[in-house]
């Protein structure tokens, strides 16, 4: 079993859609939780950390759920701009990540 | 403020050579981890380095190897190259004495293998 497992993609929304996205990861042990954005090509950007209180930044939301060791990420409103693949992110401790495979994200017009 | 910085930014070798690949952190960030990603997949840890030592490592040959200045400055060694290892290799630093930061990477080096 993989560390970190997302959803498969890709998912095609049109714009004003609303999308989410699952991750479960298998470390109970793990610290700290991330989503990152990645454009093609480029390299992966922090969109958000991910806190079991949940916590919201403009049109994005995350969850952590540890007892399930279960996180989303929830998208309102899409942007054709949003299109990307969605990164799941865990640190294991002292900052080194294990990231799932990724999620690739289309918006049209 | 200048942020991660990676170099060379594209790079083409042949099977069994040797490369190495260079990498200066963010501006008062002193940890460097070294990833790499092949297309298709999430980035993989290949290493961390942390005054000037490798302080974790992930699952990936002795034919990696690498090396941390005095200035925070890194670099990542890849010997006796093989096709699998063309990919996108990505420099991530961070402030190692403030825990469980988020990582901040540079734009990558784009290594291929003939």
């Known amino acids: 079993r993989k560390e970190v497992e997302q959803d498969p993609g890709p998912f095609n929304v049109p714009e004003g859609a609303t999308v989410a996205f699952n991750c479960t990861y298998s470390?109970?042990?793990?610290?700290?939780f991330f989503w990152y954005r990645q454009d093609c090509r480029k390299e992966p950007k922090l969109l958000m950390s991910?806190?079991?209180s949940g916590n919201e930044d403009g049109r994005f939301t995350a969850q952590l759920n540890r007892a399930s060791q279960y996180i989303s990420l929830l998208i309102r409103d899409s942007k054709l701009s949003d299109s990307a693949t969605y990164l799941c992110?865990?640190?294991?401790?002292?900052?080194?990540?294990?990231f799932g495979k990724g999620t690739m994200l289309l918006v049209s017009p | 403020d200048a942020g991660v910085t990676q170099s060379p930014t594209h790079l083409i070798k042949t099977r069994g050579q040797q490369v190495t690949l260079r990498c200066s952190p963010k501006?008062?960030?002193?940890?460097v981890s070294w990833y790499q990603q092949a297309l298709g997949q999430g980035p993989q840890f290949i290493f961390q380095?942390?005054?000037?030592?490798?302080?974790q490592r992930g699952n990936f040959p002795d034919r990696f190897s690498g090396h941390q200045f005095p200035n925070y400055s890194s670099e990542l060694n890849v010997n006796a190259l093989l096709l699998g290892d063309s990919a996108l290799y990505l420099c991530?630093?961070?402030?190692?004495?403030?825990?469980?930061?988020?990582?901040?990477f540079g734009d990558g080096t784009r290594l291929s293998i003939l």
């Open positions: 991530a630093s961070s402030d190692g004495g403030r825990g469980n930061q988020p990582q901040h």
């Open positions: 470390n109970s042990a793990s610290q700290s």
């Open positions: 991910v806190y079991s």
């Open positions: 992110v865990v640190n294991r401790g002292y900052s080194t990540l294990t």
């Open positions: 501006s008062g960030h002193d940890t």
């Open positions: 380095y942390y005054e000037e030592e490798e302080r």
